[in-house]
């Protein structure tokens, strides 16, 4: 069984990010990393976290990096 929870810890800090006005280099940087380290804790409901962020390519660009791709 997968960790679900692991959105809100993704969405917060992606929504941290964009309220920063972060770059999109930066965000995609650190987002890339975020996502591996919870995949790596068995995060399953990764297409549910992105889902929220189509519109931004820079965190579409580091879920695609861990293998994450809305279809």
């Known amino acids: 069984m997968g960790w679900g929870s692991a959105c809100g810890i993704f ?3 992606a929504d941290a990010l ?3 006005d972060a770059t999109n280099e930066v ?3 650190a ?3 975020v996502i591996a380290a919870l995949q790596a ?3 399953d409901t990764e297409l549910d976290s992105l889902q ?3 519109k931004d390519p820079a965190i579409v660009r580091a879920f695609a ?3 994450v791709v809305w279809d």
């Open 31 to 33: 987002l890339t990393k």
């Open 52 to 54: 929220s962020y189509l």
């Open 65 to 67: 990096t861990n293998g």
């Open 18 to 20: 964009i309220e920063a």
């Open 41 to 43: 804790d068995d995060w």
């Open 27 to 29: 965000k995609e940087k």
């Open 11 to 13: 969405n917060t800090v």
